[in-house]
């Protein structure tokens, strides 16, 4: 039987799956794998299940035998391609199964910027709540506003879905290729990244991290946004330029943010969004749900059994193809 390296915790009828065709080693997320007892699991292991591990060409010289990387996870930016491909190694995401979650969290985080819903339930929760307040307790429309989407991929499509039919939002979106399908089911249109910008009320940011889209958004694109404009990351914290962001915020260059994710998680204590009332800050829970996280899972672990019984696995990434 080949041998597996379980680096996250998962659910016990998904180990179950795996130990009917593979030996496993695992280790749980709770605590830091001790470094020589990673190389001793690595040392073992033909698959490798993890969540955001870096697999890079270091990790993959501890791992002789390794055949197939299988991620819990949509984004794969924490795979080092050409160390793989140089390697014969395949790697696996868990697409699909995540997309509504996600597509949800991008709404709450739209809404609950919009209408300051962390903001409002601390003030009421310390006591401030004044009947006289009036428009101190204001927040912005999201219903017939309109919404920017940078990234058309199956997770954008979810969430254009959320704002055209169930706020009737205007929605035009970016991406690297035009999405036909999408504009003809979805009543969405195609706009250049600077239109998007300059024209949108809300601008959701869900291309995935690869170097072109590294720091896709900076100074410049925050100064092309409105000042009443609301801008939400969901995709990576490195998709920005998060000083640009910090500098918009401070100067009310933008009106507001909703974030899951940072250039450095978990992100700092002391770091400036953290003590900025028009900021919504997530702990990077797009995809989490137990079921959704569950169904990840068990289609990253479908993926690593397949490749290891000699099947082709469905989710290969597209450079590994
Ligand atoms: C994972 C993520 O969903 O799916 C992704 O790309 O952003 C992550 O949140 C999570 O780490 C589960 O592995």
């Not at 999201?142 to 706020?167: C, P, Q, S, T």
């Not at 997530?282 to 079921?291: E, F, K, M, N, R």
Request: proline residues 5%; hydrophobic residues 40%.
């Amino acid at each position: 039987k080949p041998t597996v390296f379980i680096d996250r915790t998962i659910p016990v009828d998904v180990e179950a799956y795996i130990a009917e065709s593979c030996e496993i080693e695992k280790w749980d997320h709770s605590e830091p794998i001790p470094k020589d007892l990673l190389k001793d699991k690595l040392a073992k292991a033909d698959g490798l299940l993890t969540g955001g591990r870096k697999i890079n060409a270091e990790l993959l010289e501890q791992a002789p035998r390794l055949k197939v990387v299988s991620s819990i996870s949509v984004g794969y930016n924490h795979f080092d391609i050409t160390a793989m491909k140089q390697r014969g190694i395949i790697g696996t995401n868990t697409p699909h199964v995540l997309n509504d979650t996600v597509a949800d969290l991008a709404l709450a985080l739209i809404l609950g910027t919009a209408r300051r819903v962390a903001e409002l339930d601390r003030y009421v929760k310390e006591g401030l709540w004044n009947p006289r307040d009036g428009e101190k307790l204001f927040g912005k429309d999201v219903h017939h506003a309109k919404l920017g989407i940078i990234g058309m991929g199956r997770i954008g499509e979810a969430v254009a879905r959320r704002a055209k039919f169930g706020f009737e939002m205007d929605v035009i979106y970016y991406n690297r290729s035009r999405k036909p399908e999408a504009e003809e089911k979805l009543g969405v249109r195609y706009a250049e990244l600077n239109e998007l910008l300059a024209s949108t009320d809300f601008i959701v940011l869900l291309a995935p991290l690869t170097p072109e889209t590294t720091r896709l958004i900076g100074r410049k694109e925050f100064q092309l946004m409105k000042p009443s404009s609301i801008f939400v990351n969901i995709s990576r914290g490195q998709t920005i330029d998060e000083a640009a962001l910090i500098e918009a915020l401070q100067q009310g260059t933008i009106a507001g943010a909703g974030l899951d994710v940072y250039e450095k998680e978990p992100v700092d204590v002391n770091h400036p969004f953290l003590k900025m009332p028009n900021v919504l800050t997530l702990p990077h829970i797009g995809s989490a749900t137990t079921q959704t996280r569950n169904d990840m899972a068990m289609l990253a672990a479908q993926n690593l059994v397949s490749a290891l019984t000699g099947h082709i696995p469905p989710n290969i990434v597209e450079e590994l193809k």
